[in-house]
């Protein structure tokens, strides 16, 4: 194999005097096709690797769309042993100068993750954890070789928004928060994405033997160089957050490292808000913003030649003289380099294969964590539109709070499901009191972020457009202030308005159905003119102790039919001057003791047993007809 590989190269049928031999292949090509003659591959914990590959070909028109987006192996053998490949997308391909019998050409290479920096996008999660989060995304982009070695729990979130973010920068703000970082694991032609969130998902890896001073490009793996330090970090960390759902909740969590004895222990990082809401992520996300503080507090730094090495992978340590370096290390990143000239026309014929490593590590037993990183500020507020399920007009939860359709969700259907419930100002709010209007379904609201975070949206407005006016007929209403209600799926609607035109000014009470009045002490009314009041049916006044009322001139009152009035006791009336009384047809006056009319000297007395005595000066009898006395006894004396 290596002969014909030799071959290929150029290299006149010996293998190279290093065993090493680096291939390409790519997209459908023939294996043939391309020869490499250097590459650079950087590595690190959370950040997409890059291969960079110069290549040679003998064909010297090769079809773009036959390499670019599609996926190429590089393969490196040490003695025909294959001892890493590492697989990914073309993501870029440049063809450079043709020779007598090759042309060159160089092409970039990423992981299938990288796809997610090329789209950038606004949408809302609800009610996923970070792993149902990422799988959606990567699902979208087509990543399934997808692995989760997740350790400890990480709580779903009521709500999290992508906002003009690729989806890469959300996933790695995200992982971030989550204490989570990813590697890559290259085999078999594929390209697994492994998450993890502890030390103890790292595998082990490779055994490297110190050898100081030595060739490093050639031969077996080995370590030529190497170096350990530390460095002064923060030593504690404090969070603290605000929830309404529990206000009086500390919200404040602190970490501090423990068996520290390199530096003073009272470098605090403090931040508010710490971006969580429950104790579960609070205490969760303070720890990891501790440990990916103090990632790079001690680290190492090495040199030698092993493709082996690569973040996600442990390596133990062989031979240095210092013997507690002789461990199990975590490698972080990695940058290799190869070079293989002779595959080129032009290539010396004394220049062999040769491969570089750098590398870094630490601990295998310290947690490696991403640093946070910030979210997007959203820049003032926004607009949106109140919705909620079909055949509602109003839909709140508890506490008043409201679903929304963001102009900028494609996602989102404008039902109950478009958004998380959102918090409402109100010009008031007090514990059991305040005010309380509740956005309706269809209006338009205007929505500002806490601190500007996306994640914390607050509904502080309402406003009018096109196709939801005010009440009234503008401009010829704006001397006109009205609170307006709408009766719930009718047409109705209860007002109170004020008409503040000079000359005109008016205040106005509209109630659609009924309308109560309580006042639990005294009610004044001062009318400096006229009062009218219309009653269409009934009016019913209960008066439980006592009623005055005083009229300076006049006072008329007109019952078209009957009038009662009962009186538990006495009934008194006093007039001043004349009373009238005119009966059309019958006047009846009944009285259960005594009847008796009287007039200075003259009286007339009528009792229940049927005495009727009248008194007086003088008797006048007269009568145009006759008059008729019938009685037992008459006395005339």
Known sequence: MLQQLGQILGLGGGADPSGLLFTLTAGRLPAQTFVVTDFSLDEHFSRPFLLEVGLASADSAIDFPLVLDRTATLTVLLNGVEQRSVTGIVT??????????????????????????????????????????????????????????????????????????????????????????????CSNGRNTLVFADDCGSVPPGIRLPYQPGEGSTLGEPAVSSLTHSAQVRPAQVQLKDYTFKNPAWPAEF???????????????????????????????????????????????????????????????????PRLDLNQSWQTVSTRHSGSQPQALETGSAGSGTTLNSHFYFIRQNQHWRPAPLPKPVIDGPQIAKVVGPAGE??????????????????????????????????????????????????????????????????????????????????PGSKTQMAFRSK????????????????????????????????????????????????????????????????????????????????TGKDYIITVGTHKQVNVSNTLSITAGDVIELRCGASVLRMDSAGKITIQGSEFKFEASGAVQITGKDIDLN
């Not at 913003?289 to 996600?312: F, K, V, W, Y």
């Open 393 to 474: 007009e109003i839909f709140c939860d508890q506490y008043g709070r409201v679903r929304l359709q963001f102009p900028w969700d494609r996602y989102g259907k404008s039902d109950d499901q478009s958004s998380c419930w959102i918090r409402v100002t109100q010009p008031w709010a007090g514990q059991g009191w305040g005010m309380l209007a509740i956005p309706r379904i269809g209006q338009e609201v205007v929505v500002d972020f806490l601190h500007g975070d996306p994640d914390q949206p607050i509904v502080t407005g309402r406003t009018y457009h096109a196709s939801n006016l005010p009440p009234g007929a503008l």
């Open 487 to 566: 009766t719930h799926k009718g047409e109705g609607y209860n007002e109170l308005l004020f008409e503040d035109a000079k000359g005109s000014e008016r205040l106005a009470l509209h109630a659609q159905k009924d309308m109560t009045t309580l006042v639990l002490n005294n009610r004044d009314t001062h009318v400096l003119a006229n009062h009218s009041e219309t009653v269409e049916k009934n009016q019913t006044i209960e008066i439980h102790e006592n009623k005055a009322e005083t009229v300076t001139l006049n006072s008329t009152e007109t019952v078209q039919e009957v009038r009662k009035l009962t």
């Open 92 to 185: 870029r391909f440049e063809q450079g100068n043709t020779g007598l019998h090759q042309t060159t050409y160089r092409m970039s290479i990423r992981p299938d993750l990288w796809r997610t920096t090329l789209r950038q996008n606004s949408r809302i999660f609800q009610q996923l954890n970070i792993t149902g989060i990422i799988t959606n995304i990567l699902k979208e982009h087509s990543i399934r070789d997808v692995v989760f070695n997740l350790r400890h729990p990480h709580p779903e979130r009521e709500f999290c928004i992508q906002y003009q973010e690729s989806d890469f920068n959300f996933l790695q703000r995200l992982t971030a928060e989550e204490g989570i970082f990813y590697f890559f694991e």
């Open 254 to 320: 602190h970490q501090q490292i423990r068996d520290e004895n390199l530096q003073q222990l009272y470098y605090e990082h403090y931040d508010y808000p710490g971006r969580f809401k429950d104790e579960a992520h609070g205490k969760a996300f303070t720890r990891y913003r501790l440990e990916a503080l103090r990632s790079n507090a001690m680290t190492g730094e090495g040199s030698g030649n092993a493709i082996a090495l690569q973040p996600g992978r442990l390596f133990i340590l062989d031979n240095h």
